[in-house]
């Protein structure tokens, strides 16, 4: 079915703005929810933001609630993660991900089955 890439992960001092990419093929992209979670060294694989169909809500976990900002832009199968007021604990490997139902996104990294590559974020002090 759909398959991501993402892209746009790099280091950026505390403080900082970062933008994440995520490009969808190979599925209708404008049916899916969409998300982003990430993994540090030692953790788990975290929720951090997702989105619905178009005009669906958004929602983020509340470690990034008023600093990250997730969109959608469905005739370019795209979705951005705006990151801002960066802080070194948002240092982690970034994973894009598509699924069929939002509630089902919200569930947790262990639910969904189609992810990017990732992309690496490294925020310093």
């Known amino acids: 079915q759909v398959q991501l890439v993402e892209s746009g992960g790099g280091l950026v001092q505390a403080g900082g703005s970062l933008r994440l990419s995520c490009a969808a093929s190979?599925?209708?992209?404008?049916?899916?929810?969409m998300g982003w979670f990430r993994q540090a060294p030692g953790k788990e694989r975290e929720f951090v933001a997702a989105?619905?169909?178009?005009?669906?809500?958004?929602y983020y976990a509340d470690s990034v609630k008023g600093r990250f900002t997730i969109s959608r832009d469905n005739a370019k199968n795209t979705v951005l993660l705006q990151m801002n007021s960066l802080k070194p604990e948002d240092t982690a490997v970034y994973y894009c991900?598509?699924?069929?139902?939002?509630?089902?996104?919200?569930?947790?990294?262990?639910?969904?089955?189609?992810w990017g590559q990732g992309t690496l974020v490294t925020v310093s002090s």
């Open positions: 991900a598509a699924e069929n139902s939002l509630a089902t996104m919200l569930k947790g990294a262990r639910y969904l089955g189609v």
């Open positions: 190979g599925g209708t992209f404008r049916r899916y929810a």
């Open positions: 989105i619905g169909w178009i005009g669906g809500p958004t």
